[in-house]
């Protein structure tokens, strides 16, 4: 699925903060370098919820959202919900410039971005940024024009159920939870979380999708058999998610949060589980807290031979919640 984004233009917010803006692409390189090789954490939760709360504020055209760099500096950026932009294929599209959405960017971004781009020099530092989704649809008649097929509600349920069952009779499923098995009893654990597991209902990728939401069931019933407990709050977050993924995982008790809520319940007490998320998830998860166990692919060439049909390498790292990740 494509789905369209858009930024907008941002400025120096004209405050008083001690440090004074970027001047070159050479001093924002050397500040990013120098604040990480520092430890300043890029991602903080209350970074995350002080911009997610003006997200949640009725954003108009004209608005501004302010985020704070990683330097402290201020940066303000544009709202454009409601503007129209031309189709970028045929002149028979429009897009249509919709919510505000928060850009993660993690060191390496952040950096790459200003070689290659020689980026925008008020963003430069922000590790978080300002993005709107975009919405394609005909000019004439305005309908909406999906570039990608959705399944029907009873076609995804079936076979999510079928790829649950395929999952769960697999070694992989089994290598899993003997691994769960391992973890210390003496952990505190208490709920899980996925990111970015991606659709069930747009017909691409699915399969895909459907047995990564079928291995955070296997975790949450390795959890509520581990702690006696009835029920384990399960969490996932991928803004691509339709009514109909929402409605399938709702049946199975795992409930969507939009971005960025689910990454704010992330604690010491949680299985956290993402694979080739979309946005830099492990930095945000090393930054703002100690999860209990981590699951995750690889990322890396030589990792390629290792993965198999889910997309998924098992890899899990059980941590005590004060040790280094
Ligand atoms: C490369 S796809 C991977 C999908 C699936 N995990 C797979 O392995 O096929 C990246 C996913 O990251 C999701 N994503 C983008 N922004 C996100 C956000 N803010 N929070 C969670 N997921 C996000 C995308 O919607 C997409 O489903």
């Known amino acids: 699925m494509t789905m369209y984004s858009i930024q907008g233009p941002c400025h120096w917010v004209g405050d008083k903060s001690e440090t004074a803006p ?17 430890g300043t954490p890029f991602f903080t939760k209350q970074s ?12 108009l055209c004209k608005d501004k959202i302010t985020v704070k760099g990683v330097d402290g500096v201020g940066v303000e950026f544009d709202v454009l919900t409601g503007e129209i932009r031309k189709g970028f294929d045929s002149g028979a599209f429009e897009h249509e410039i919709r919510d505000p959405y928060i850009v993660y960017c993690a060191r390496v971004h952040m950096t790459q971005n200003l070689l290659r781009w020689h980026g925008n020099l008020p963003e430069a530092t922000c590790s978080l940024r300002i993005a709107h989704w975009m919405s394609r649809r005909k000019k004439d008649t305005k309908e909406p024009a999906y570039n990608y097929a959705l399944r ?8 999510f159920r079928a790829s649950r069952e395929s999952w769960e ?11 769960l098995e391992s973890v210390p009893k003496t952990l505190n654990i208490e709920r899980v979380l996925g990111f970015s597991c991606g659709s069930m209902s747009i017909d691409r990728n699915s399969s895909r999708s459907e047995f990564q939401h079928a291995l955070i069931l296997t975790v949450r019933d390795w ?56 946005i830099p998830i492990k930095e945000i998860v090393a930054d703002i807290a100690r999860p209990a166990v981590l699951i995750w692919e690889h990322v890396g060439e030589e990792d390629e031979e290792t993965s198999d049909e889910y997309g998924v390498y098992v890899c899990l790292v059980p941590c005590h919640p004060n040790a280094d990740i």
């Open 22 to 38: 970027v001047s070159s692409v050479t001093e924002a390189m050397a500040r990013i370098n120098k604040l990480y090789e520092a």
């Open 48 to 59: 995350i919820r002080e911009v997610s709360k003006q997200l949640q504020r009725s954003s």
């Open 152 to 159: 029907e509600s009873q076609v995804v349920r079936k076979s």
């Open 169 to 179: 009779a697999s070694q992989m499923c089994k290598d899993l939870e003997s691994i």
């Open 223 to 278: 959890l509520r058999d581990r702690n006696g407990s009835g029920r384990v709050p399960s969490y996932v977050q991928d803004p691509v998610y339709t009514s109909i993924d929402k409605s399938t995982l709702k049946e199975s008790n795992v409930m969507v949060l939009d971005d960025p809520q689910a990454l704010l319940e992330i604690d010491d007490s949680s299985v956290v589980f993402s694979c080739s998320s979309n």
